[in-house]
């Protein structure tokens, strides 16, 4: 179900202390769409730019934590959240270092060191979670010395209630923000008959049942129309008309996901940057093409055609390779050998000029091989 916020939920209904967060992203919402699911959303009218691809899921969200703080990473992924232990990085528990990843449902966080400082995403994740209620009790614990959750104190760890039974605003320890909402149908929000992410045996799911939004702070003369128009001609992914406003845009990231854009709350003059560039890391070939290393956030999304996808973005100049990682894909054929290739600048297709309107690093995936098999490390049961 789409979690939408009523127009009356105000900052001012805070229990805690809510100053670092906006709720302007909530505000525009409105009541009337509060219970409507995202598939019942009408898309723009205009035919997709790219009709034979789209995209099915925004698998996981890639961002850095502070290096050497396992301990606060545990505290407020696992201890707090509630979220799953991947099982493909559990050895990672036990050294106390290395990446880790938090699975919400069938999505994930991708949390590696940093080198040596956390990342902050300069925008807001919101999660589905199956009982709010339990996050307060925690949060009580906290305050009230639980050890469990020590490493959380002296750092930008905050949890503000808006609403005790729809709506928590959470700061990590590093200060990125979450807005945390309750679900009114936690088997439908879960969608374990569509896919789910590896489990320890005998471990519980995780509390939280979703990814549902990833809000993205853009400057304020930021094109969003070129965002949209981008999305559609690249990946056949279309603007929601009932979530956008003169200072946003939303875009469906399959029929349960957005990917929002909207201009920064603090207002025109901020200064807003989603890559991290550096000149360190490059492949030994010399005769392939240059690319800058990116350590900033990432998403990483699955469509339904990875060649149609590699084309479009081939053609308007947007195809990337990250030297930070190892699959490095250079050409379609390099994309399709190794199921996924990436994005990092967003331009207007009808810009003649191609000018960039913001970075922001996409994985863009296969959910199948090239001999048709499903994709070892996609979520979805059937592809």
């Not at 789209?54 to 290096?67: A, C, S, T």
Request: proline share 5%; glycine share 6%.
């Amino acid at each position: 179900m789409k979690h939408l916020l009523s127009a009356s939920v105000l900052a001012s209904a805070c229990v805690y202390d809510t100053h670092a967060f906006s709720s302007s992203i909530h505000a525009r919402r409105s009541s009337s769409s509060r219970d409507a699911g995202l598939s019942d959303f009408k898309l723009h009218a205009a035919e997709k730019n790219n009709p034979s691809c789209e995209v099915l899921l925004m698998d996981h969200f890639n961002i850095n934590h502070e290096k050497g703080r396992h301990d606060a990473l545990k505290a407020f992924y696992f201890d707090f959240l509630g979220c799953a232990i991947d099982p493909r990085k559990e050895e990672n528990i036990a050294r106390g270092s290395k990446t880790l990843w938090a699975n919400v449902g069938m999505h994930q966080f991708h949390l590696p060191e940093g080198k040596p400082n956390a990342q902050v995403f300069d925008g807001v994740i919101t999660l589905i979670h199956e009982d709010l209620s339990v996050l307060m009790e925690r949060y009580n614990d906290y305050l009230d010395g639980d050890e469990r959750f020590a490493p959380l104190k002296d750092t930008e760890f905050l949890v503000g209630v808006l609403d005790e039974d729809e709506l928590l605003m959470v700061t990590d320890p590093w200060g990125n923000e979450f807005s945390i909402m309750a679900s009114d149908d936690p088997e439908e929000d879960r969608a374990s008959d569509v896919g789910a992410q590896p489990l320890i045996e005998g471990h519980e799911p995780s509390e939280g049942l979703k990814i549902e939004d990833l809000t993205v702070y853009v400057p304020h003369d930021a094109n969003l129309e070129g965002i949209g128009r981008f999305y559609a001609h690249v990946l056949g992914a279309e603007a929601i008309d009932e979530l956008g406003s003169e200072s946003s845009i939303s875009i469906s990231m399959g029929e349960r996901q957005t990917l929002t854009f909207q201009y920064h709350p603090d207002g025109p003059d901020t200064e807003v940057f989603h890559h991290d560039f550096s000149y360190d890391e490059q492949d030994e070939n010399e005769s392939l093409p240059f690319y800058p290393s990116n350590h900033g956030p990432h998403i990483s999304l699955y469509v339904s055609d990875l060649a149609k996808a590699y084309e479009s973005a081939d053609k308007l100049g947007v195809t990337y390779v990250n030297p930070r990682f190892k699959r490095r894909a250079y050409s379609e054929e390099e994309a399709l050998d190794q199921c996924m290739f990436r994005i990092i600048d967003i331009i207007d297709p009808l810009d003649e000029s191609k000018e960039i309107i913001l970075h922001l690093e996409h994985e863009v995936r296969s959910t199948k091989t090239r001999d048709g098999k499903k994709y070892k490390s996609c979520p979805l049961n059937e592809v």
